[in-house]
């Protein structure tokens, strides 16, 4: 089955590295304009130049911020197609017992995981209406779907409400030609984030990961965007509300 978007324009964000790059990249591939976005300027414009695409310097949990991207978007583009919610992640926390947990630990991940993904679903949704037809995809985890591994409450609390979300807004805009879905990813070493954390569980640990996953073997930020490829394409035009497991089969 060969994907092709041609003439399709995506925003991506979570782009200055990783799953959200890999993401990108691949739609780029099937042919659509990728304009693509994160708070990480320096990162962001660089792969945005290598890759010849157009950046958006973007705090995604800023629902005006998010908005004047998409209007800039269609404004110039005359249309916003797909939306790939790939910003998020632990924001530089690492598991904890729950009494540390403080205000400001909690808040800043619902922002990044869940704030994000629904103001730019917000904002798409009218553009994408208009036109009869749209996807959105959210980059959730398996942290949604299960306890993390990474051990942070409100990393996996985040996740699990961005599944929500996703169900909700299927529901709310399916009728108007748009569907919402979401890839959870395995255990990928794409960040360094994720890079601390694999080098955290010491040759022991990284075995027993491994072997808990049925294909033995972790998987990539490629495994992830030819998902979210896919979700994105005209094949996929009759799946909405569900939640890819991407994993290798540990889930």
Not at 218 to 226: N, R
């Amino acid at each position: 089955m060969e994907i092709r978007l041609d003439g399709r324009v995506a925003l991506v964000t979570g782009a200055a590295q990783g799953i959200g790059q890999a993401i990108a990249r691949a739609l780029r591939g099937s042919g659509c304009r990728v304009h693509v976005a994160d708070r990480d300027g320096d990162g962001l414009s660089a792969f945005a130049a290598a890759e010849t695409m157009t950046p958006i310097v973007l705090d995604v949990s800023r629902r005006a911020e998010s908005h004047a991207a998409v209007a800039s978007i269609v404004g110039s583009e005359g249309r916003l197609d797909i939306l790939v919610n790939a910003a998020g992640g632990v924001r530089g926390q690492v598991g904890g017992p729950v009494e540390a947990v403080t205000e400001e630990n909690w808040r800043v991940l619902f922002e990044a995981n869940v704030d994000g993904a629904f103001w730019l679903a917000q904002a798409a949704a009218g553009p994408m209406a208009e036109r009869g037809w749209g996807r959105i995809i959210n980059i959730a985890s398996g942290a949604g779907l299960r306890p993390s591994l990474t051990g942070i409450q409100a990393y996996t609390a985040a996740k699990h409400a961005l599944v929500g979300l996703t169900k909700q807004l299927s529901q709310d805009l399916g009728p108007k030609g748009i569907t919402t879905n979401a890839v959870a990813p395995g255990f990928v070493r794409s960040n360094p984030a994720t890079e601390r954390q694999w080098q955290s569980y010491g040759p022991e640990g990284q075995a027993r990961l491994v072997q808990g996953i049925h294909t033995r073997r972790l998987g990539t930020a490629e495994d992830i965007a030819h998902a979210a490829v896919f979700l994105a394409s005209e094949q996929a035009g009759w799946i909405s509300g569900q939640i890819l497991s991407v994993d290798g089969g540990r889930s």
